[in-house]
């Protein structure tokens, strides 16, 4: 597959089949794509903090909000939760850098997941506070982004955006997402 193909397949997944568990050393796998990425001056001051165990995913799923876009829908219901988060860990001082490394290692973790066969959905609305206690956090860092993970329960697919760009379910349940087309991206 090229990394065009992934990319394209690399749609957010918000229900899984939650019994199909992921292993730490997964995630592991998953988190060094994350380690290879390009960060400013090459600090590599963020920490990535795997989450695998049913009991802590069940712990940390009540803080996380579900795709905005879709009010009648309260999240993935019991048996399609994640399986596995990973949570990027951002320095509370000098943040001047991370938010870019973050996003390019969400960007590189989640394609990683895809060619593995695993969904994702970087989740950047949930509550830092209760996600700390409950998965922990490094002394000075706070949780910056979720990473929810799992074996695909949903079908997703894209299309061009003609009706405005806000995602939504047909009446079969697959979640479309509109797209704009590149000539109206690029300005010359
Ligand atoms: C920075 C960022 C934050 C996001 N936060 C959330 C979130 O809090 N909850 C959620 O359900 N989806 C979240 N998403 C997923 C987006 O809604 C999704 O990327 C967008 O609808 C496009 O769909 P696609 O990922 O399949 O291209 C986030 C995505 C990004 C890149």
Redesign the pocket.
């Known amino acids: 597959m090229t990394l065009l193909e992934l990319a394209g397949k690399?749609?957010?997944?918000?229900r899984f089949r939650q019994n199909v568990r992921l292993s730490r050393k997964q995630l592991m796998e998953i988190i060094e794509a994350a380690r290879l990425a390009p960060c400013g001056a090459n600090l590599q001051l963020l920490r990535f903090t795997p989450v695998w165990e049913e009991e802590l995913c069940s712990r940390i799923f009540p803080h996380?909000?579900?795709?905005?876009?879709l009010k009648e829908w309260d999240?993935p219901a019991e048996g399609e939760r994640p399986a596995a988060y990973i949570i990027i860990q951002m320095p509370v001082e000098e943040r001047r850098h991370f938010p870019v490394d973050a996003?390019i290692a969400?960007?590189y973790m989640t394609l990683a997941a895809r060619e593995s066969g695993f969904g994702s959905?970087?989740?950047?609305?949930?509550g830092p506070g209760p996600v700390s206690h409950e998965a922990g956090s490094p002394e000075g860092y706070s949780p910056f982004?979720?990473i929810?993970l799992g074996a695909p329960g949903e079908e997703?697919v894209?299309e061009e955006a003609r009706d405005g760009i806000e995602?939504y379910r047909d009446g079969r349940d697959v979640?479309h997402?509109p797209?704009i087309d590149i000539k109206d991206l690029v300005t010359r």
């Open positions: 690399n749609r957010s997944t918000r996380l909000n579900w795709a905005g876009y999240g996003g969400a960007a959905c970087m989740i950047m609305s949930f982004m979720v929810a997703v894209l995602y979640h997402v797209k």
